[in-house]
Structure formats: C-alpha cells, structure tokens
C-alpha cells in the first residue's frame, strides 16, 4: 500500500516538477519551487528518499512504547520467551499514599498495578510518597490578601491539609468606612461614602443656624453652622440668647440711653443713665453738681474733705461755708479757764474767750500767772505754779522731834509763800529705839547698835543669856505699820513685828546690836522657862560626884564636815522621840548611814560640850543616854579634855531594842582638879543623845535622873494647858465684829498673858502664836523656824514644835524674828 502511494507521489511529481529529498517532499512548481498549497505536508512527507514513511525499521528489543520495535508484525507482545522490559517487576511502595504493585504494558506504557507517587498538594496526605506530609509547602508561597489601605496582604501557606492566607490583616470591605484620613474599607479610597455625620452648631435660636457634620481632612468638621456673636444694639438676636437686646441696659447704658445709640454726656464731668434719662454719674476733680437739673458739673471748689472746717471756706463743697460745725474742745477748762467755749471766726479760726481772770498778753493768749492767790490763773491744772514751794512741807527749822512742821501758803500780799506751822515740836527727851530723834541731836536712834537702848527689851534666861522680851521690830514701826527700816532692830510692845524677813537678814540685823539669832535650845529654854545651864558646872565634894545634864543644855553644839565619799556637814538638830527628858534630845543629821573613826571624829563630826570644874582626881565615868532602834546599833565617841575639840578616847554603843537607855565608859582618869570638857561625838550620823552624867561610882547600874521638859505654851499662867484665844493663833479673831476668821498679825504683847513668864528676869512675849521666828542655822542654809504664827492650830504653837525649816531665801508675812546675845 505504502509502495502504491509513493509510486503514486512520484507520479505526481513527475507531473508537478517536485523535487524529493530524503527527509521530505518539498512541492515545486515550475515558478521555482514555490509549495503547492493544494497538498498536503503529510501527503509530501509520505516518501522520503525513495523509501515509504511508514516503512518498519528494526531498533532493538521489544519495549512497552506502542511501537513494533521488533518489527515483527506486533505491538508491544510479551511472551515468556521474549518478555518485555520490567514488565512484571514491582513497582511503586507501601509509603505514605503508595502501593506496591507489578508493572504492565497498556497502551504502549509500563502501567503500576500499585498506587504510586504524584507530585505533592496540600491535603494533609503524603502524596509523594517520601514519608513527610504536604512537605514543600504545597500550593503555598503566592501572595494573598489585599495591601490596599489599612489592610496588609499575606502569604498563601499549606496549613492543615489545606492552603491558607498567612498574614493578611483585613480585606476589602471588611470594615466600614470612618472619618479618619484612612482606607478603613481597603478598596483604594479613604473617607468615601460617608453620608452626613448629624448636625452641629450651638443652636438655632436667633441669629443663629445650626450646620451639618461633614468628614473633611479625616475628621467631622461642621459646615455651615453660624454660632453666636457680641450682641450688637440693633434689635437681632446676635448672641442667640432669644433676646435681642439683652447685653444692653436701654435702662442705665450711658451710651443707648432710652434708645440705642443714644450718647449721655455732662460738661465737667461724666454722665450717667438712669431709668433710661442721662444725668451727672460723676464729677471731675474740682466741679461738682450742685443745681436741681443735674446735667452740668457747674460749681467749681477745692475739696478738703466731708467736714467743715472753721476757716470762711466751703470744705466740703457742698455749696455752704462753716456750716455744721463741732465746736472743739480747745479751750482751756482748768482754774479760772473753766466754762470758756470756743467759737468760729471764719477766716480767722476758732477762738477761745477767757474771762478776766486768766492770766493773758494783749492778744488774748494764756502766759504763766504770777499772783499767789489760790486761783489757777494760767490754767494750766495748778494753782498758783509760779510758786512752787507752795503746799510743800516746811519746818521751823528744829531738830529731830523738836522740829515744827507745816505747809508753805500764799502770803497776806500774794507776792510769795510763807510756813505755816501746824505741827509743833516736841521736847527734847531721851533717845528710844523708834526711828526718831528723840534727844534732837540730829543722831537717830544713837546708842540702839549696843541694843540696850529704851524699847530693846531683854529677857535673862540662865547661863549669862539674854533674849529679846519681843519679837523684833523695825525702827519706826508702830500698831498699823512695820516701818521700812533694815537694821538695829527694836524690842518693845504696842508696835508691828518685822516680818517678810529671810534667815540671813534677820542675822544681819540682830549682829548690828551685838547680838544674834537664838539657837533652837535658848528659844525654846526661853518658851519652856527652862533656865540655861549655867557652865563650867562644878562637881560635888561629897557622894560620887554625880552631875547630871541635859543634851539640849550643852554649853556649844558644833558642826562637823566630813571628806571623801561621805563628804557632808552634820549638826545636832532637835529631837522629840518619845521617852526624852528635857525639853528634847539630839539627833545627828544628816543620817545617811555614814560611820565616822574615833581618830577622825574631832576633826569631823559634830560635837556637844560640857565643861566642868573637877574637884577630885582619879577615875570618872560617862554614861550617855542614847536611843537604841531596832535596826542597827549606833555609836559616839566621848572624851574629857582640858582643850576643846581635844581627843575622842572611848566609843559608846547601843544594842538594838528600840528605847531610850543609859550606856557607860570605861574609866576615864582625871590628873588634876580644875576645868575640863566633857565632850560627846557623833560616831554614826542619825545617833541620838538625850542626857549625859558624870560619875565617880564605877557602878553598871543605869542611872534614873530626868529633868521636866518645861512650859508646853508660853502662857502667863496654866502653860501647859491649850487655852484658845491666849495668843494669836488661829483661834484669835483679831476684828470679832466681821464675819470669818481674821488671822491678821498683831502688834508685839497685845495679848498681855501671851508670855513666858521668868519671874523677876522678865517676861518673853508672844513665843506661841503672832509670827514664827528665825532661829540659827543648823548647818549653812538650814534655817530652823520656831513657834507659831496667826493661822496655826494650837498644836502649831507649842514650844516643843520643831520640824520646820527654811533655805536663806525664803521670806513670808508671818515670818518673823527675835534675837538673843
């Protein structure tokens, strides 16, 4: 068949002029070659070279092509002994999506009976059957989304088993449009379609309208709204009130006056509008409105100020001159001035009218008087002032209380003043302690330093001592007065006692007599009417020698000063333990439990003497009476000496059984007859001493003598009984006619049975009651205060009361003192 064609084709070209060659058939035409395009390129093609296009040409072996390889009249065959490559064979996998199968011919293709790889897609399965899953990101990497606007476009990921938009951040028309400058919807515009956003604008009242919201520039921006303006005066409503004149006072508007645009205007000054009618509002500096218009500022004045003043000028500009005015207080009113009112003399000022009288110049001015008439002349608050010694006091030029005294008056001419006598001198007398010059001298109070002039009393108490018979007053003083005098103090009755007094004032002022203040044993040896001991004491010939003596009654009392860490003065102070004899005992103060030696005791304790005048030689003994407490024992040293303070040779000890007792020395040997002093140590501070006795017998029995404590008040008569009203204490009303207490201080020796009665020596006056009285110091600075004073109860006035003290700066009313030499 092939062979027919090709004969047929070469037939053809003979007939046509073609031209064959060996890879096709190439048409040519007798213009040259040129392809006929009535043939067809498959019927050129049929012969190539002479040989048929389909011709079979042997290539080898058999394979799975559709081809007859073999060109053996079949396709493809497969027979055992000739079969074809791989057919037959396994193929494919048992991996992810693949099966294992056999390959065989279909076709003219090797065909797998198993499932085999294909290229991956993203479905969540292992299509390539390489053990990964949608690996290769499959159908991923385009790009997805939109970036229009605010949107951002992503990244087309297999995620899942399916293909993603990895990210993409909004899409088109996703979100609506806002007035914002921004593509919100991502399509390419930004703020389009926006209808109207609502209206706006503050209102729609008056001259006002309200506009529309609109999107412009990527925000709302109000268009076409008119807001309110200044309201202008022409009946619109420009600040959208609904008022169109409000802003505008047609009322009291100096410039739309009743009506708009209506101009008020003064001359001289500016205008007002009030109830819509122009008139004066102010005038300038110098013009003022006076007339009944009050349009104009017409009247022109300085003003001074809103009162009238008396100078012929209007002040106040109020059209009137010195009207209303106050008279001033500008006149004199003193003396011969009195009654004279001022009056206005326009230009000429107030003036005053003075009376004939007045001491004036030509011009009716005031000059110094120089009349003594009696009469404030000068008016100036005194009368008769050229003289000044008038009224003053004057004497006839005496002495002392011989001396005339009286007041300078107005001689009989009025020229000067003369002394006029009322008072006349007394008689020279004799000089007593009262402040006065009595023998007139010119010398005060001579001879009171030695204290023994009239009115200082004295008292004799025993032993040489002496105490004042009143409580010292001021020189000076009298009943309702104590007088202002600091020194040489007075002794006598009927006068104030000097009080407000401190503990080393009244030492100064008794020293500046010769004396000084009473130790607490004379006071109260005074008070008691216990007489002092009279020292050296001698000692009886006969018996034992035995001399008793209280510890109150020592002859000195010294204080000692301790060093070291127990540094302190001690003193003996009065002590009223129960069971003393006596007026009281002794006690060592300050106890702080301090423990002098024997060999330092003379050197640093306080010490009580007692000299006496031994008679007999050979041994003695000391007891001492002391108070044995409960606690602890206490201790003196003792010593008998022919000079003071001399040796501590012996210490007495108490046991401990809490009462009054007797405690004995060894023997003390006395050489030579003669006077020596017995002296008593303190050992331990806080010892009490109530009594020593003084014997030859070397006996250990105690001894049993006492002595009467005294007088419990300083009573005339029954001193030891309380009897209220005797002295001037509490219970004394010193004004029985007001109602209350009165507990005033009295004048010395009022109360005439208030005394301690001596007998022949004397009586001592109000030592219970009246004032409390300095006694001296028990060491520096501790002042004791003895007695009683006006307010005290009766058990504040007993002679025995001694537990108050003072330092050197307390001072009180009811304080006083007496001194004693």
């Known amino acids: 068949m092939k062979r027919a064609l090709l004969l047929v084709i070469a037939a053809l070209g003979l007939e046509t002029g073609c031209s064959v060659n060996e890879y096709c058939v190439n048409c040519a035409k007798d213009d040259g070659g040129t392809p006929d395009a009535t043939v067809s390129d498959a019927d050129q093609d049929a012969v190539v070279d002479g040989t048929p296009s389909d011709a079979c040409v042997p290539d080898g072996v058999e394979i799975c092509d559709g081809h007859d390889n073999d060109c053996d009249g079949q396709v493809d065959e497969n027979t055992v002994a000739d079969p074809l490559p791989q057919v037959g064979a396994d193929c494919s996998k048992n991996v992810g999506e693949c099966t294992l199968g056999t390959y065989a011919c279909t076709g003219g293709q090797l065909v797998c ?48 088993g399916a293909v993603v938009c990895v990210g993409s951040i909004g ?22 379609g926006l209808p109207s956003l609502g209206s706006c604008g503050l209102t729609d009242t008056g001259e006002c309208a309200l506009g529309t919201l609109m999107c412009a520039g990527g925000q709302p921006v109000c268009m076409g709204a008119i807001n309110p303006t200044f309201e202008l005066c022409d009946n619109l409503d420009q600040d959208c009130d609904g008022n169109p004149t409000n802003g505008y006072d047609l009322v009291n508007d100096a410039r739309n006056c009743g009506t708009c645009g209506h101009i008020c205007s003064v001359t001289n000054g500016t205008a007002k509008c009030s109830s819509s009618t122009c008139s004066v509002g102010a005038c300038n500096p110098g013009f003022y409105d006076l007339d009944s218009d009050h349009t104009t500022c017409e009247y022109a004045c300085d003003f001074q100020g809103p009162v009238e003043a008396c100078n012929g ?69 005194v009368a008769d002032d050229a003289f000044p010694t008038k009224g003053q006091a004057c004497d006839d030029g005496g002495v002392g209380v011989c001396r005339g005294t009286g007041t300078n008056v107005c001689n009989a001419m009025g020229t000067g003043v003369t002394c006029n006598i009322t008072t006349p001198g007394q008689t020279s007398g004799a000089e007593t302690c009262n402040g006065l010059d009595d023998n007139c001298n010119g010398t005060v109070d001579e001879g009171a330093e030695t204290g023994n002039l009239a009115g200082q009393n004295w008292v004799t108490i025993g032993n040489g001592r002496q105490i004042m018979a009143y409580e010292a007053s001021r020189p000076g003083a009298n009943g309702t007065s104590q007088g202002t005098a600091a020194s040489k103090p007075c002794s006598k009755s009927s006068v104030l006692p000097w009080t407000s007094v401190t503990a080393p004032q009244a030492a100064a002022a008794c020293a500046s007599i010769g004396a000084r203040l ?8 005074a008070c008691s009417v216990v007489a002092r001991q009279t020292y050296p004491v001698a000692e009886p010939t006969t018996g034992n020698g035995d001399i008793f003596l209280e510890a109150e009654q020592a002859s000195a009392k010294t204080t000692g000063t301790s060093t070291g860490t127990n540094a302190a003065t001690r003193s003996w102070e009065p002590d009223t333990t129960a069971g003393y004899s006596g007026m009281m005992a002794l006690r060592a103060s300050p106890d702080t439990g301090v423990n002098i030696s024997l060999a330092n005791a003379p050197n640093q304790s306080p010490r009580l003497d007692f000299p006496i005048n031994f008679s007999t030689t050979g041994n003695h003994y000391v007891w001492v009476r002391m108070y044995s407490a409960t606690s602890s024992q206490d201790t003196v040293g003792i010593g008998i000496n022919a000079t003071v303070p001399g040796t501590a040779t012996q210490t007495l000890v108490t046991p401990t059984n809490g009462s009054w007792l007797w405690v004995r020395s060894n023997s003390i040997s006395i050489a030579a007859t003669g006077t020596r002093t017995v002296s008593v140590w303190m050992r331990e501070d806080g010892v009490r001493v109530d009594a020593i006795f003084v014997t030859r017998s070397s006996s250990t029995t105690a001894p049993t003598n006492t002595s009467g404590t005294g007088n419990t008040y300083a009573y005339d008569t029954n001193p030891n009984t309380y009897a209220a009203n005797t002295c001037n204490g509490v219970d004394y009303d010193t004004n029985g006619g007001l109602a209350g207490n009165q507990d005033d201080v009295i004048a010395c020796g009022a ?48 002679c025995g009361l001694s537990f108050t003290a003072a330092d050197d700066a307390f001072f009180f009313p009811n304080v006083g003192f007496r001194c004693c030499r």
């Open 518 to 525: 009473c130790t607490e044993e004379e006071w109260q040896s």
């Open 171 to 192: 899409t088109v028309g996703g979100q609506p449009e806002l007035c914002n400058g921004k593509d919100d919807d991502c399509d390419g515009n930004f703020d389009e």
């Open 313 to 381: 000028v209007d002040d106040n500009c109020n059209g009137q001159i010195d009207e209303g005015l106050t008279v001033p207080d500008i006149c004199d009113h003193d003396g011969a001035c009195a009654g004279t009112v001022a009056s206005c003399g326009g230009t000429g000022g107030w003036t005053c009218n003075y009376g004939p009288t007045v001491s004036k110049d030509a011009s009716g001015n005031i000059v110094p008087e120089s009349t003594c008439d009696g009469i404030d002349n000068d008016c100036d608050g």
């Open 113 to 160: 009976s198993g499932k085999t790889a294909t290229a991956e897609v993203c479905d969540n399965k292992d299509n390539n059957c390489d053990g990964n899953i949608d690996d290769g990101d499959p159908g991923g990497g385009a790009i997805c989304g939109t970036d229009a606007g605010e949107c951002v476009s992503g990244v087309e990921r297999c995620q899942g």
């Open 751 to 798: 109360l005439t049975s208030c005394d301690a009665n001596w007998g022949a020596a004397g009586k001592a006056f109000d030592l219970s009651g009246n004032v409390k009285e300095w006694t001296s110091p028990r060491v520096p600075g501790v002042n004791p205060i003895r007695g009683g004073a006006s307010n005290n109860l009766g058990t504040g006035l007993t």
